[in-house]
């Protein structure tokens, strides 16, 4: 992958920057994030199967709870290579989304929080925004506020 530009036009794989315009950061899905994740969906929906299955006194709450395990399984190997593509960019006036094409600007941000591996950003017209999987979602909430701090500052 490229290096971003810090100014001037997008490259290849990066959006468009405004004159001046720098990029802090990149949010990526992190691999391992991503099958924890899965593991505990898959872990909570063979008990939720599971006890569905026994409350209604089916015989087969066993098979239940791993076709679910199963289900959730094949669901992250079918998503995983979409969801390690996508990329969010943290530059000093805004957050690019996936697409390259909108983004949220800094000062716009409400509130930014954590959400076990995922991190969702709160606009103040309150659209919401989930950046999922990330290794340290709490260090992007720091990294995120840090930005939108200093822009603030700097629109006074």
Excluded: C, F, N
Excluded at 39 to 57: F, P, R, Y
């Amino acid at each position: 992958m490229k290096t971003p530009s810090t100014t001037g036009p997008a490259i290849s794989d990066g959006p468009a920057l405004e004159a001046g315009e720098k990029i802090l950061g990149e949010l990526r899905a992190d691999k391992g994030r991503y099958w924890r994740d899965h593991a505990l969906l898959a872990v909570l929906g063979m008990a939720g199967a599971g006890s569905v299955l026994w409350l209604i006194g089916s015989e087969h709450v066993a098979i239940g709870s791993l076709g679910a395990v199963l289900a959730l399984a094949v669901r992250g190997a079918y998503l995983y290579s979409e969801q390690m593509k996508t990329v969010w960019r943290l530059t000093d006036r805004r957050v690019i989304l996936p697409d390259g094409k909108r983004s949220v600007m800094l000062l716009e941000i409400d509130k930014v929080r954590r959400l076990m591996g995922d991190l969702q950003i709160i606009t103040r017209a309150g659209d919401k925004h989930l950046v999922k999987h990330l290794a340290d979602p709490l260090a992007e909430v720091t990294r995120i506020e840090t930005a939108r701090d200093r822009r603030a500052k700097r629109a006074r």
